[in-house]
T-cell receptor, first 111, second 111 residues
Framework: DTGVSQDPRHKITKRGQNVTFRCDPISEHNRLYWYRQTLGQGPEFLTYFQNEAQLEKSRLLSDRFSAERPKGSFSTLEIQRTEQGDSAMYLC?????????FGQGTRLTVV | GENVEQHPSTLSVQEGDSAVIKCTYSDSASNYFPWYKQELGKGPQLIIDIRSNVGEKKDQRIAVTLNKTAKHFSLHITETQPEDSAVYFCATERGADGLTFGKGTHLIIQP
């Protein structure tokens, strides 16, 4: 399967813990995006990378959120000191130019 | 920032009939308009897209129309089938700033 891969698919964590999600994009795509989707809503843009450069991060939800793409391939999204309001689906997408192809997402539940 | 309104929130049609979903947007600089289909527990799947220099695009049973003057675009599905049942999202993008999504339309195909 050469689609966008996200790991894990599900994560349950206790409030206050840190979590990290991984995204492996389609190999020839140099753009990588992170979105958050809450129940009954459309995805909400968080940040994006062109190769290893993070070109937009002002829309990350708070300073507890950070993302990296160290070698321009896979990316990680970290949430520190999780809160119940962080419970959502976190989606990764990759793009060659404009069309964005999404992974299956990581569903985070904070208890 | 961009605001995307999507209607209706729920649409029920008889199998074989047509379905139309409409979106309006606020940012006249938006130049890319994709539509995504999302099934339960899965990531959004790109089904069709249109760019601002095109008024209409068709792919088999699916078509999208764009009116840049009025800032609205629509998804048309003809000869609906049970497998068309899903949540559909419209989105807009300006440059590579990331997609802004509508709130989604739950399409129900009645047998």
């Amino acid at each position: 399967d050469t689609g966008v891969s996200q790991d894990p698919r599900h994560k349950i964590t206790k409030r206050g813990q840190n979590v990290t999600f991984r995204c492996d994009p389609i190999s020839e795509h140099n753009r990588l995006y992170w979105y958050r989707q809450t129940l009954g809503q459309g995805p909400e843009f968080l940040t994006y990378f062109q190769n290893e450069a993070q070109l937009e991060k002002s829309r990350l939800l708070s300073d507890r959120f950070s993302a990296e793409r160290p070698k321009g391939s896979f990316s990680t999204l970290e949430i520190q000191r999780t809160e119940q309001g962080d419970s959502a689906m976190y989606l990764c997408a990759s793009s060659p130019v404009t069309e964005a192809f999404f992974g299956q997402g990581t569903r985070l539940t904070v208890v | 920032g961009e605001n995307v309104e999507q209607h209706p929130s729920t649409l029920s049609v008889q199998e074989g009939d047509s379905a139309v979903i409409k979106c309006t947007y606020s940012d006249s600089a938006s130049n890319y308009f994709p539509w995504y289909k999302q099934e339960l527990g899965k990531g959004p799947q790109l089904i069709i897209d249109i760019r601002s220099n095109v008024g209409e695009k068709k792919d088999q049973r699916i078509a999208v129309t764009l009116n840049k003057t009025a800032k609205h675009f629509s998804l048309h599905i003809t000869e609906t089938q049970p497998e068309d049942s899903a949540v559909y999202f419209c989105a807009t993008e300006r440059g590579a700033d990331g997609l802004t999504f509508g709130k989604g339309t739950h399409l129900i195909i009645q047998p």
